[in-house]
């Protein structure tokens, strides 16, 4: 496996360019713009890939551990068999998607925005979806356990046999307009 760290990109470092079996640690993507770039079987530690733009761009079998992703836009981005473990991805947006085989263990996903995701069969334990959006989502048999869902908004979302623990129950009851009585 290659290693590449302490780097800062450019856009011309990346645009157009392929990497496989790649080990970034520590480097910065922030604000670069991804155009025909492709990732295969990667691994990015500690790396700040913050407002960057995907264009065209694709993740396959990578690993995203202790990183940086916050708003970004993965609608023209395809994202296959990706883990992003302990990352901080707020703002994000995911149209669109079906994200196959990709979890997101113990990261922050605060106010993000799913819209038209096929979301089904996910593990999505324990993840910050605090004030999330889903809408028009595919949540069949999607596994919510020990995630913060607090001010998460699920509008016209496919629900079935979706798993919440009792607080995530509590919190779905509540982004649909019921009010607990004591």
């Not at 994202?79 to 991805?89: E, T, V, W």
């Not at 869902?149 to 509008?155: A, E, L, N």
């Amino acid at each position: 496996m290659q290693n590449i760290k302490g780097k800062s990109f450019s856009n011309d470092d990346i645009k157009g360019v392929d990497f496989e079996n790649t080990k970034f640690v520590d480097s910065k993507f922030t604000k670069c713009l991804f155009k025909f770039t492709g990732f295969l079987e990667c691994v990015f530690v500690n790396c700040d890939f913050s407002n960057a733009l995907l264009d065209s761009t694709s993740f396959t079998k990578c690993r995203f551990e202790d990183c940086k992703l916050n708003w970004i836009n993965f609608k023209d981005c395809s994202l296959s068999g990706c883990i992003f473990q302990h990352c901080l991805m707020e703002g994000c947006s995911f149209e669109k998607q079906k994200l196959p085989e990709c979890s997101f263990p113990e990261s922050d996903l605060t106010s993000v925005y799913f819209a038209n995701c096929d979301l089904s069969g996910m593990d999505l334990t324990r993840v910050n979806f605090e004030k999330a959006i889903f809408d028009y989502c595919k949540l069949k048999n999607t596994d919510f356990t020990d995630s913060n869902t607090t001010g998460v908004s699920f509008q016209n979302c496919q629900i079935i046999k979706t798993i919440l623990d009792l607080e995530g129950f509590i919190q779905f009851g509540l982004s649909k307009g019921f009010v607990l009585k004591s």
